[in-house]
């Protein structure tokens, strides 16, 4: 382990052994006090500051990463960097022990190096840490603060074989709390259940993966996402039941696959949350639907309807390809939005759908022969996603599928928002299209509606208001000095050529957002896509990318 230090080195020492090289590690400890605080407004730390909860729990800023602090648990804060804490609810109270660390170099030119700035990197001791040996450290935390009121000599020796004591207990029981807060544990068990609802989804079992109470669990999550966990299971069960009755598979088939044990329970539940009996959604959904193109899709997704005929592609439509191309009986061609139309048109002549979805804006040509093979629902392009969406739904009878979809979005919304808020505060996101080594800003109708518009994300300011698909060279970007960027690079070889070499440049890394890894690579689909499934995306990845 390492050494105690009064001044640089005496000539009295303690040395005691320890793996990872901590044996060259030399401390001199500074102070140590108790902190009864509700709020410290943020600090540059000169020296390293250990910090031991004694009681309490509080938010904990560390230059720019936010986290839960708890009793028990302790946080390293090295030379240089910027902190502030707030109190949750009550009085928060901390062991405070400041201190220098110095390197021994085995140099008799240069024995000793004190650790600051960027050599502070090297203490392996950085952040928050649970530990198993809590009563161990809080007694020598005690005994620490008792030895400081004699300030005599021998009791300043004494105070440095009790630090290193100190730092043996933390080091030896420490366990690296994976989560940055119990927030974010919760987020992640969201996506298990996501992931494995149709298992047993027990709130104790739940609870155990994160290692908190069945009760403290429940409420946490009913806190965070405005609905109990057993409501929220039970959801996911039946949108999965309601996109399996589509198929011709059989009802106890189906409630086997979602995890209910038999048909009549999950009967039981799908009337209770739909209106209807598996049977009678079924039957609703025999119509032939087809989407003329892919935004059609994501409507028609959103409703639980499969399309009998649309446009995917494992390029263009990638998402629709790899997890609907199964359960979409026609596949119309998705090259260059349309550009085949006319042999899709004879696809759906030949399989005769009993209804066609399309854009108002395709071509007075389409029109006429669409006209020829089915009745067209047209959904104009004047009017915003929300409202498409529930102009299709109420031409296929389906308001009611409609309105539970968006409630469930809107409850998507308002959580993705508050983690934002919560993570992110005021950050400006700039969203940025590459193609052929030239940069657009890139605020499609999508981003618009769903990132500066439900999501309420700040756009970097700017004399003059930028424009959808305004050029913008890699200095516009440095004066518009967003906190992060969205860059979607396009596929194709000369853009991937280009950027690249952008990404070697010097300029690129002159952008704040670039030094601070806050680029985010995001692809058209579903950041360009229209639709109401593909919004639903977007917030995913949004959660994903920035929480």
Not at 6 to 13: A, P, R
Not at 284 to 311: C, E, M
Not at 476 to 483: A, E, F, H, S, Y
């Amino acid at each position: 382990m390492g050494r105690g230090v009064d001044e640089l080195m005496t000539s009295e020492q303690v040395h005691h052994k320890a793996p990872g090289g901590w044996e060259r590690f030399v401390y001199k400890l500074l102070d140590v006090e108790v902190v009864n605080t509700t709020k410290e407004s943020s600090k540059l730390s000169n020296t390293f500051e250990l910090l031991i909860v004694k009681s309490g729990k509080a938010r904990l800023t560390i230059d720019q990463d936010s986290l839960l602090l708890f009793q028990g648990e302790v946080c390293l804060i090295h030379p240089s960097q910027v902190y502030s804490l707030k109190a949750k609810n009550n009085m928060f109270e901390y062991l405070l022990m400041t201190f220098e660390c110095f390197l021994d170099m085995a140099d008799s030119h240069r024995p000793y190096v004190r650790l600051q700035g960027k050599e502070s990197d090297r203490f392996p001791l950085k952040g928050r840490y649970a530990v198993s040996g809590t009563s161990s450290m809080m007694a020598l935390g005690k005994g620490l603060l008792h030895l400081k009121e004699e300030s005599s000599r021998m009791d300043l020796f004494q105070q440095r074989i009790q630090f290193e004591k100190l730092l043996h207990v933390i080091i030896h029981h420490k366990k690296e709390v994976s989560e940055v807060d119990t927030h974010k544990a919760i987020e992640k068990s969201r996506v298990y259940m996501d992931q494995h609802f149709h298992e047993n989804m027990s709130i104790e079992r739940l609870a155990s993966r994160i290692e908190v109470s069945p009760k403290y669990f429940s409420a946490l999550f009913k806190k965070e996402f405005g609905i109990s966990v057993t409501e929220y299971v039970t959801r996911l069960r039946i949108n999965k039941a309601k996109s399996m009755l589509v198929k011709d598979i059989k009802i106890r088939d189906v409630a086997n696959e979602v995890g209910y044990n038999d048909e009549y329970y999950l009967s039981r539940k799908f009337k209770q949350l739909v209106g209807l009996s598996p049977s009678a959604y079924r039957q609703r959904r025999t119509k032939k639907i087809a989407a003329y193109d892919f935004f059609s899709v994501g409507y028609l997704l959103a409703l639980n309807i499969y399309p009998f005929a649309a446009p995917i592609h494992p390029k263009w439509t990638s998402y629709y390809f790899y997890h609907y191309r199964k359960d979409i009986p026609i596949h119309l061609s998705a090259f260059q939005v349309n550009k085949d139309w006319q042999a899709n048109i004879a696809l759906l002549k030949k399989h005769s759908p009993d209804v066609i979805l399309a854009k108002d804006s395709i071509t007075s040509e389409e029109k006429d022969f669409l006209a020829m093979i089915a009745p067209v629902i047209y959904y104009p392009q004047s009017i915003n996603w929300r409202k498409q969406f529930q102009h299709i739904a109420a031409f296929l009878d389906e308001e009611e599928e409609a309105q539970t979809w968006l409630t469930q979005y809107d409850e998507k919304v308002a959580y993705t928002k508050h983690q934002l808020e919560k993570h992110h505060g005021e950050e400006t996101v700039l969203p940025l299209r590459l193609h052929r080594g030239a940069l657009y800003f890139d605020n499609s109708r999508t981003i618009e509606d769903v990132l500066y518009g439900d999501l309420q994300v700040a756009l970097c300011s700017c004399k003059t208001p930028l424009k959808r698909n305004d050029n913008l060279t890699v200095e516009d970007v440095i004066r518009l000095n967003p906190d992060r960027i969205l860059l979607n690079v396009c596929q194709e070889t000369k853009t991937l050529e280009s950027w690249e070499s952008l990404k070697q440049s010097s300029l690129w890394h002159d952008i704040r957002a670039v030094r601070n890894h806050a680029i985010h690579v995001i692809s058209s689909d579903p950041w360009r896509e229209y639709s109401a499934s593909a919004h639903d995306r977007v917030i995913n990845e949004v959660l994903a990318l920035l929480s």
